[in-house]
């Protein structure tokens, strides 16, 4: 069997999904959970584009030792020197270096030449491999690219020491036959081309991600670029969890294998999933509920008989095993700590005290704690910040004959106590308007979602609010067993998000004084 390495990029390409923004402390954590899941190497984010990114990929770099981390940059002096200073404490650093080399992203984006792209991809790869061992390129829209020009950039960064060439499919344009004979006419046509791994990066904007990045293996890629859930720009990258399953249940066939332990694919999917507040469809592959629910009689005849009959792999393969109720009302910090070590969750001291709080409430009004839960209450906790505004409590009349009207109490930073009331259309719209009398910013809300975690009357609701404030698109997110609770308390939050946003804005603006 030869061996694929997974790049994974859902803290970079991933989060560039509208409304997927994660803060530092939500970025370590996903970055903690895809070591344990055994990727090869994690791109933690384009460290020039904002100093969270920046952070972020500096904590990551620290902290995350049983990986190689990369950092994205344009191919220019900046971004790559702030990539290589937030990298300098990885264990494995990385530097992912990319320009675009179609003609429409060189005329319209770039308005530069052919030899002007090549001689700044020269003089990128040449200043990243003067600092950094490894360093990875990509000629962005490489699918639409002249493949003569294409061979040529490609040798060019190679002789100054590219390691990796990747090939992105940018807009997710090509079939996945395109895709195997442009990775083989790369391989007969560039003269120093084992001197690389070639690598793969595809957009699903056809739906076809994970199709053309398995053509891309065949021809001979041994890298793959893959986000959690396939979320990314647009209609988002392939999907690890697709690719991972599919080169595992066909390794007769295909004869390739990965790092990844498939037993934590489950959860790892379902924290990112909670973490930004997007729902895995579902029938989702691998990961949707319905993925392993058989609804026919005929079907489910087959699977009591034998589950190879309509499964071509197991729930348990993927580390879904029935959700369990683990805990309730009478379970404490010991069980409960517990039960996140054995999902693969870690928590500082601070946070898992603060987490439990939380499901102490939780079980309180729900008899039984599913895993799911635990996912959302960690989520929940950890997205919201230490500082800003909290919800203390709220209160609702509504109904069919009544104004639905809401009074709420919040404090800022655990101060003094504001109330305020207010009516609306409905008793989420009345809660938000009291929270706005409160906060007293004028925002304007663009998206607003609920789902379900767990079936069941006494399910937990989550909810992501998407709010625009003076220009800026803040998202918050919040659980409770109370639907209206999860939208005042993903309100306040995503008030707190744009503070914060604001804050590093301003510092930003201020430090460039
Ligand atoms: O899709 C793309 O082209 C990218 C590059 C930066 C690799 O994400
Ligand atoms: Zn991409």
């Not at 079939?175 to 195997?180: A, G, L, Q, S, Y």
């Not at 904007?205 to 647009?234: M, S």
């Not at 039984?368 to 950890?382: G, H, K, N, T």
């Amino acid at each position: 069997m030869e061996k694929v390495d997974i790049f994974d990029t859902t803290l970079r390409d991933g989060e560039q999904s509208p409304g997927a923004s994660m803060d530092v402390e939500q970025k370590y954590e996903i970055a903690l959970q895809l070591e344990r899941l055994g990727a090869d190497i994690i791109e933690a984010g384009f460290p020039v584009s904002s100093p969270a990114q920046f952070n972020a990929c500096k904590l990551i770099s620290e902290r995350v030792r049983g990986l190689k981390v990369a950092a994205l940059a344009r191919s220019n002096m900046k971004d790559l020197d702030a990539a290589i200073e937030a990298t300098r404490d990885a264990a494995h650093p990385r530097i992912h270096t990319f320009i675009g080399s179609s003609p429409i992203h060189m005329e319209y984006k770039l308005k530069k030449t052919e030899s002007e792209v090549l001689e700044m991809a020269r003089a990128a790869v040449r200043h990243a491999r003067s600092k950094v061992a490894e360093v990875e390129f990509s000629p962005e829209d490489a699918t639409r690219s002249d493949l003569e020009f294409l061979y040529r950039l490609i040798e060019t960064v190679i002789d100054e020491g590219a390691t990796i060439i990747n090939i992105p499919d940018t807009v997710g344009y090509s079939v996945p036959d395109e895709i195997h004979r442009m990775i083989t006419s790369i391989r007969n046509n560039v003269p120093n081309i084992d001197k690389a791994i070639l690598s793969i990066h595809c957009h699903n904007d056809l739906g076809l991600a994970v199709a053309n990045t398995l053509a891309g293996i065949q021809a001979g890629c041994r890298q793959a670029e893959v986000t959690i859930n396939g979320i990314g720009e647009r209609a988002g990258n392939a999907s690890l969890e697709e690719l991972v399953m599919a080169l595992n249940v066909r390794k007769e066939l295909l004869g390739f294998q990965t790092r990844v332990n498939t037993t934590h694919i489950y959860n790892t999917c379902r924290m990112l999933s909670s973490m930004i507040g997007f729902p895995i469809a579902r029938n989702k592959a691998v990961v949707g509920e319905n993925a392993f629910s058989h609804e026919a009689g005929i079907h489910q005849h087959g699977v009591l008989a034998n589950r190879s009959t309509y499964e071509i792999m197991t729930p348990e393969s993927v580390g879904r095993d029935a959700s369990k109720i683990v805990l309730g009302r009478h379970s404490g910090m010991h069980g409960f700590r517990g039960r996140l070590v054995e999902l693969g969750i870690t928590l500082e001291e601070n946070e898992l005290k603060r987490a439990y709080d939380r499901f102490a409430q939780i079980a309180d009004r729900k008899r039984e704690v599913f895993d799911e839960d635990l996912f959302a209450i960690v989520s929940d906790e950890l997205g919201h910040q230490t500082s800003g505004y909290s919800l203390d409590y709220f209160s609702i009349t509504s109904g069919n004959i009544h104004v639905p009207t809401a009074g709420v109490r919040l404090r800022l930073d655990g101060g003094e106590p504001m109330e305020e009331a207010a009516t609306g259309d409905g008793p989420v719209d009345a809660v938000f308007k009291a929270i706005d009398r409160v906060i007293n910013v004028p925002a304007r809300l663009i998206e607003y979602n609920v789902h379900a975690v767990t079936p069941g009357k006494q399910a937990m609701g989550e909810v992501s609010v998407s709010l625009e404030i003076e220009g800026i698109r803040a998202t918050g997110h919040g659980s409770s067993t109370d639907i209206i609770e999860a939208s005042a308390r993903a309100y306040v939050n995503a008030h707190n998000r744009y503070s914060a946003i604001r804050n590093i804005k301003e510092q930003r603006e201020l430090d460039s004084l």
